[in-house]
T-cell receptor, first 109, second 114 residues
């Protein structure tokens, strides 16, 4: 079966660094996406990885290990506006996205 | 540029009623998708369309139907609503259905079936 696992909730302090992990199991693999979703809003795209390694984009970085079925999203210099849910999604062999339930990130001052 | 619009924003519906959720995009994207999002669960794909004139079933298609008469519009119809269809519905689109194409989401429709 296909499955995406990520922690339900994490708490971090403003200015700090947080790493949100995701493990995936998909039928075939065409890449791993991270989306951000603020409460009551639509998901918005953050990153895409299809090759092993780290992709850096400003304060956000995403890592992929295909052999381990593992990805993480790294958020640096946390700001209060980063309080949101972070959704991990794997793209399967049919180019469909399989979504995790999301990690709710709470930022404390 | 609006991107993707959905209507209505929210709706309360009696069980057994028919309802169509509207979705329109102005990005000339070929692929469009309908998801439902329920608390504690990931987004689940209901139906998709890789190009105008074609549609496919996703993970949870029962009780829903779609059509794709043109590039811009992708309505989702609940033929006879049931309480288990209470959810937030998101429409999304991407340039194509292939590898690496990010999906852009509409603002969602919050549907309550009583």
């Amino acid at each position: 079966g296909q499955n995406i696992d990520q922690p339900t909730e994490m708490t971090a302090t403003e200015g700090a660094i947080v790493q949100i992990n995701c493990t995936y199991q998909t039928s075939g693999f065409n890449g791993l996406f991270w989306y951000q979703q603020h409460a009551g809003e639509a998901p918005t795209f953050l990153s895409y990885n299809v090759l092993d390694g780290l992709e850096e984009k400003g304060r956000f970085s995403s890592f992929l290990s295909r052999s381990k079925g593992y990805s993480y999203l790294l958020l640096k210099e946390l700001q209060m506006k980063d309080s949101a849910s972070y959704l991990c999604a794997g793209m399967d062999s049919n180019y469909q996205l399989i979504w995790g339930a999301g990690t709710k990130l709470i930022i404390k001052p | 540029i609006a991107g993707i619009t959905q209507a209505p924003t929210s709706q309360i519906l009696a069980a057994g009623r028919r309802m169509t959720l509207r979705c329109t995009q102005d990005m000339r994207h070929n692929a469009m998708y309908w998801y439902r999002q329920d608390l504690g669960l990931g987004l689940r794909l209901i139906h998709y369309s890789n190009t105008a004139g074609t549609t496919g079933k996703g993970e949870v298609p029962d009780g829903y139907s779609v059509s794709r008469a043109n590039t811009d519009d992708f309505p989702l119809t609940l033929a006879s609503a049931v309480p288990s269809q209470t959810s937030v519905y998101f429409c999304a689109s991407s340039d194509s259905a292939g590898e690496g194409n990010e999906q852009f989401f509409g603002p969602g429709t919050r549907l309550t079936v009583l």
